[in-house]
């Protein structure tokens, strides 16, 4: 099954314009990648947000990016899927 955005472009693609993006600095590309994402791919974004803040920008960057999940939950945002332990 190939995964697609809402424009059903590819999903890969568009995920790795997204992180390029991010790491570029580039702010409108990065925001088409999201834009193209949502809302089906959320929990993906927050994600991939967290590893390039982690890996690229540190600590205080990443705690802003938690902060903000936190709110987007609080605010109606999907519940996180559950992982079995």
């Not at 987007?72 to 996180?80: D, Y």
Request: proline share 5%; glycine share 6%; with cysteine.
């Amino acid at each position: 099954m190939r995964l697609v955005t809402k424009n059903r472009r590819d999903f890969y693609e568009v995920s790795s314009l997204l992180q390029k993006s991010l790491r570029r600095g580039d702010m409108i590309m990065s925001s088409r990648a999201v834009s193209e994402l949502l809302p089906k791919h959320a929990n993906y974004i927050w994600n991939r947000l967290m590893i390039v803040s982690a890996e690229d920008c540190g600590d205080m960057v990443t705690g802003e990016i938690v902060a903000l999940y936190d709110a987007w939950l609080k605010t109606g945002g999907p519940t996180p899927p559950r992982t079995s332990r």
